[in-house]
């Protein structure tokens, strides 16, 4: 069955430091979303993004994150400059051009900022 | 503001107890329902949905929800917990529209005991 794939599944930075998570969608999906779970809190929603554009971003994806397909399949989320508070566990999550709002996600990636 | 709240963090039942896990939303327009589990480092996995057909829905793993609107609630139950049940579940709604983001509750927190 398909699903949506996410790279890398931990990793491990320095405050300041540059990310990228990237994220492979389940292939006739036309919607794009990424979520972030800080530990032990609730799943919130930072970015939906839809023929190529972001089409809605919550207060949480401020200037140091942006979004972009770059090559029509995978799906990045960049963090210009670590916070200690950007360690949380963030999903990728994928729609079919159709349906009642069903996402799919991924595994997670774990972001931990040192 | 549209909103979903999940009533206890933490639920224990007893193995072959009947489980629920309660949900409310705050709209007047009736939104879609999801529920996921969250296995622990996992990702979230889709149990059932409410797309506004059937108000009782059978999802996965012996789960059903029944939507009422009448009490804006989407509560989760199944009627033997068993001990691979031992997760976290998060509700979560969307009222379409051009992003149709999931709104997600606060999770709970299902602890079965032996």
């Known amino acids: 069955e398909p699903e949506v794939t996410q790279t890398p599944s931990h990793q491990v930075t320095q405050m300041g430091q540059e990310v990228i998570l990237r994220c492979v969608p389940i292939?006739?999906?036309?919607?794009f979303y990424w979520y972030r779970q800080i530990l032990g809190q609730k799943v919130e929603f930072l970015v939906s993004?839809?023929?190529?554009?972001?089409?809605?971003k919550s207060e949480i994806f401020d200037d140091q994150f942006s979004v972009e397909r770059p090559d029509g399949s995978n799906f990045t989320l960049k963090i210009r400059s670590t916070k200690l508070e950007d360690s949380a566990m963030y999903f990728c999550a994928t729609k079919r051009p159709a349906g009642a709002g069903e996402l799919f996600f991924g595994e997670g990636s774990r972001l931990t900022v040192l | 503001a549209q909103s979903v709240t999940q009533l206890g963090s933490h639920v224990s039942v007893s193995e072959g107890a009947l489980v629920l896990l309660r949900c409310n939303y705050s709209s007047s327009v009736p939104p879609y329902l999801f529920w996921y589990v969250q296995y622990p480092n996992q990702g979230l996995q889709l149990l059932l949905k409410y797309t506004s057909a059937a108000t009782l829905v059978k999802g996965i793993n012996g789960f059903e929800a029944e939507f009422k609107k009448s009490e804006t609630s989407f509560h989760l139950t199944k009627p033997s917990a068993h001990m691979s049940d031992a997760a976290e579940y998060f509700c979560?709604?969307?009222?379409?529209?051009?992003?149709?983001?999931?709104?997600f509750g606060t999770g709970t927190l299902l602890a079965v005991q032996p």
């Open positions: 292939s006739n999906h036309l919607y």
């Open positions: 979560a709604v969307t009222w379409g529209g051009a992003t149709n983001k999931l709104i």
């Open positions: 993004f839809y023929n190529n554009e972001i089409s809605e």
